[in-house]
């Protein structure tokens, strides 16, 4: 099939119409995208079902942000109605300008705030946040990195981690947590998780040296020790975590509230500490560079989990307890063994 073919094509998509529970997302036909000449079309295979999925659909955004983030997401009916940042799949088509891609090429790609990934295909900018993944690697496993991993690693990066530092991560078994924790101890850090009991051994098996037991004690009861806490629950604001942050250290700001998004902005250095809440963007090359890490056993994939497409709002309703380990996915291509 060429580029210029007019034929209009439908494909399965999970569609929500209506800001809700998981009962407003059902799966639909809709018109199949069509690359633009710098785009390529990717047949998905899996995708994740991730907490900012639970938080466009039902409009569960941290304090502060309801009027901004109601503004980009729509007022009445949601401005991206198929869900899903991030993907796997195979590259079906590519446009008339794409020399980097080709049909077959096995790819991971984040479309971010753009979301429409839960659905069979999607276009992504060749130059954008696409990479191929190596052939050890499974698509299974590479849908793990791009959320998780590519959050993690720009804030790591940002931050500067080094040799020998103490880095704390608040949710230290979510998507992001769990990678933090791993690249945080690839990097050489002394890395401590703050976890529930029935995750701590998930934790330490990432390469924590010590895990907290929120449930149990307080990771700021220890004074000044760390000198990078990353905060992926959003309990831990500036005024509790810098009880815990050594002079010259940094509170990396994963998930905030307007309070801490302002604070930091104005005020990026406070007492001492950096508060970072703004990072780069997940490129082409750093999904590369984690992709190709993963199929070395640098870094493991964290999953909990996968559905069928048939099932995805079972997988909003399992990700909406809040309760869920690393990554869940959907799958949406036909073969599990890829």
Known sequence: MTINETRTETMRAAAFH??????????????????????VLVRVHYASVSIADHRVRARDVPRG???????????????????????????????ADVTDFAPGDRV??????????????????????????????????A???????????????????????????????????????????RAGAIVTGVTSARNAEIVRGLGATDVVDYARADFTDAGPVYDIVVECVGNAPYARSRRAIVPGGALLLVITDLVGM????????????RRIESVGVITGAMLGDLAARMAAG????????????????????????????GTVLVRIGQSPSV
């Open 18 to 39: 209506r800001f809700g529970g998981p009962q407003e997302v059902a799966l639909e036909r809709v018109t199949r995208p069509v690359p633009a000449s710098h785009e």
């Open 65 to 95: 942000l309801k009027l901004p983030v109601t503004a980009a997401l729509g007022w009445r009916t949601p401005k991206h109605p198929v869900l899903g940042m991030d993907a796997s799949g195979v590259v079906e088509q590519v446009g």
């Open 108 to 141: 991971v790609l984040l479309r971010g705030a753009r979301f429409g990934c839960h659905a069979e295909f999607v276009t992504v900018r060749a130059a954008g946040s696409i990479a191929r993944i190596p052939d050890e690697l499974s698509l299974q496993d």
């Open 143 to 185: 849908a793990t990195v791009p959320f998780g991993f590519g959050t993690a690693r720009t804030f790591l990066d940002t931050a500067g981690v080094a040799p020998g530092q103490k880095v704390l991560v608040n949710g230290a078994s979510g998507a992001v947590g769990s990678a933090a924790v791993q690249l945080a101890v």
């Open 262 to 273: 302002t604070g930091a902005k104005l005020r990026p250095v406070r007492g001492g500490i």
């Open 298 to 325: 640098e870094i493991q994939p964290v999953l909990d989990r996968v559905f069928e497409f048939d099932d995805i709002r079972a997988a909003h309703e399992y990700v909406d307890t809040g309760r869920k380990r």
